[in-house]
């Protein structure tokens, strides 16, 4: 997920920066651009804040990481680890003292400009949130079969 943001990244710099390409007209658009913020250019104004939750983010999936645990769930962390540490990167490296702004190019016209690392996190939390639910209904049938 890294890799794949970053090299995404670096081609929307070279490739957008002066000329933004629709990809369908009106609906999506590749535009670069930067925020400061966290996740669909929320909370610009705050760029501290975003790094600091994503290292703590990065640390505990990385001191967790070796439980079973469900695929799924394993596959949710993932995405998160590798769209958090994505961001921070780009923090790291646009700006001094994890001020950097990150780079975002993939434009819906009805969200907010994000990128790959943007979805990840969004979509782990969306397949954890799916694990959650099915271990809340696979869980009371547990335990009535145990009654």
Not at 13 to 36: C, K, M, Q, Y
Not at 37 to 59: Q, Y
Not at 72 to 87: E, S, T, Y
């Amino acid at each position: 997920m890294v890799l794949a943001d970053r090299l995404t990244k670096v081609w929307a710099e070279r490739s957008f920066a002066a000329h933004p390409r629709d990809v369908i007209e009106g609906v999506l658009t590749f535009r670069f651009t930067t925020n400061s913020g966290g996740a669909f250019s929320f909370g610009d104004r705050a760029p501290l804040v975003f790094a600091v939750a994503a290292i703590v983010v990065c640390a505990a999936i990385a001191l967790t990481a070796f439980r079973g645990r469900p695929t799924l769930h394993a596959v949710a962390l993932g995405l998160i680890l590798g769209g958090a540490f994505g961001n921070l990167l780009d923090r790291i490296l646009r700006g001094p003292r994890l001020s950097g702004r990150v780079v975002d190019f993939i434009d819906p016209h009805v969200w907010p400009v994000f990128n790959l690392a943007d979805a990840a996190v969004v979509s782990g939390a969306v397949l954890l949130a799916v694990q959650s639910f099915r271990e809340s209904r696979v869980a009371p049938a547990d335990a009535t079969a145990d009654a």
